[in-house]
Nanobody, 127 residues
Framework: QVHLLESGGGLVQVGGSLTLSCGAS????????MGWFRQAPGKEREFVTA????????SYSDSVKGRFTISRDNAKNTVYLQMNSLKPEDTAVYFC????????????????????WGQGTQVTVSS
């Protein structure tokens, strides 16, 4: 069992920056692929970024590539999302997710393969 808790959301102006954190409790955190997803009102949850267990491989959606950076500190059981040059369309609830088990499929893993989810943190970009 893994418990995830996001923090760092808030209100930011267009072009600003924000850093989200996701603390994980449980076993074998370093072996989990970690991902960030977001969901805007009336829309489906969508992939934002993912990072491999060792932090050597990352993936980003086209909409955030070049603006967002995912990182992890396995010693602290924490994954981060650095968001720069924020746009109004980035407004959403951001969810941290963990995929347990040995990875051997497509990269990045699809949403359905993530086993654990945080409750989300609201990010609002004001225009």
């Amino acid at each position: 069992q893994v418990h995830l808790l996001e923090s760092g959301g808030g209100l930011v102006q267009v072009g600003g920056s924000l850093t989200l954190s996701c603390g994980a409790s449980g076993r074998t955190f370093s072996g989990h692929v970690m991902g960030w997803f977001r969901q805007a009102p009336g829309k489906e949850r969508e992939f934002v970024t993912a990072i491999s267990g060792g932090g050597l491989t990352t993936s980003y959606s086209d909409s955030v590539k070049g603006r967002f950076t995912i990182s992890r500190d396995n010693a602290k059981n924490t994954v981060y999302l650095q968001m720069n040059s924020l746009k109004p369309e980035d407004t959403a609830v951001y969810f941290c997710a963990a995929r347990s088990g040995i990875f051997g499929g497509m990269w990045p893993p699809p949403l359905s393969e993530y086993d654990y989810w945080g409750q989300g943190t609201q990010v609002t970009v004001s225009s």
